[in-house]
């Protein structure tokens, strides 16, 4: 029996990012990417897998300013992916390339 892609369920990452460990290990390899668009989706499935209302509460922003500076076509400020890192939780690190 063959399965039509059109009835496959759309893969959300968001569900998978059930503990802190596993964000950690998703934003490092999106981080190793180099690619601020994928930065931003990122944080944007990080902070709907924790709650958008909260994280928006959290980071001073609103929802609907969350959710645009968190789309895949946004270049979020700096000042935006930190307060969101500090809304999520996390903390972004500097190991040197060549260690």
């Known amino acids: 029996m063959k399965t039509k892609i059109s009835n496959l369920p759309i893969f959300d990452i968001s569900e998978h990012l059930t503990d802190d460990k596993a964000i950690a290990e998703y934003l490092t390899l999106v ?3 180099n690619d601020p668009a994928a930065l931003a989706e990122a944080l944007g499935d990080i902070a709907r897998a924790r709650g958008m209302t909260e994280i ?3 980071s001073g922003l609103s929802r609907e300013a969350l959710y645009k500076a968190l789309r895949p076509t946004s270049q979020p400020r700096f000042e935006t992916i930190s307060r969101v890192c500090a809304a999520l939780g996390l903390r972004l690190i500097v190991t040197p390339e060549h260690a």
Request: glycine share 0%.
């Open 31 to 33: 981080l190793e990417e």
């Open 56 to 58: 928006a509460k959290t």
